[in-house]
């Protein structure tokens, strides 16, 4: 009987050799500092921020951004939050979806919008990254790398803290020099 030889000394792994750990672990190198915890920690708390209580749930949610009579809504599931603008409701949806109990909320309004589009930039590249990635996985291992992602994040989120309730001003309202 004949040997088979095979000229790949290398074969392709097979389905289910690959870890969800390890393409979670991979889409993360891949995103770096646009990963929505770093953009949390580096850019959100750095600034003025106040806390901003979410009590989103940690299992998935549908999370829908609602125009109504009254303004805008963020709806969690069956719970609506009032939100101040557009802005705000999306800033604080990309959070809603992660699970985050409280959030801090930057105090200067004019750079919600910016990190708004940075955080759901970051949100739709990181579930983009996770469907190219895991192309030729079952659907359950990409709701399994989609799980560990959102539960890392959430953990970083956690980590950075939501901030005081109210930002501190440190102005002097005092317009005369002090007598020495």
Known sequence: MAEVTTLNPHPI?????????????EIKRQLGDQLI??????????MRTRSYPLNAPVKKADIEIMHTLLGIELKIGKRRLLCPDLAMARYLSVF??????????????????RLADELESSWYRMLML????????????????RAALIADERNGIIEAGAGPAIPQFNQNTKQRKAKF
């Not at 792994?13 to 672990?25: N, S």
């Not at 770093?38 to 959100?44: A, T």
Request: aromatic residues 6%.
């Open 96 to 113: 809603a979806r992660l699970g985050v109990a409280e959030v801090a909320a930057p105090y200067d309004i004019t750079q919600v919008s």
């Open 13 to 25: 792994p097979l389905r289910g050799a690959v870890r969800a750990e390890t393409i979670a672990a």
């Open 130 to 145: 996770v469907e190219h990635l895991a192309v030729e996985q079952s659907e359950r291992f990409r709701n399994k790398v």
């Open 37 to 46: 915890s770093v953009i949390y920690r580096d850019r959100i708390r750095a």
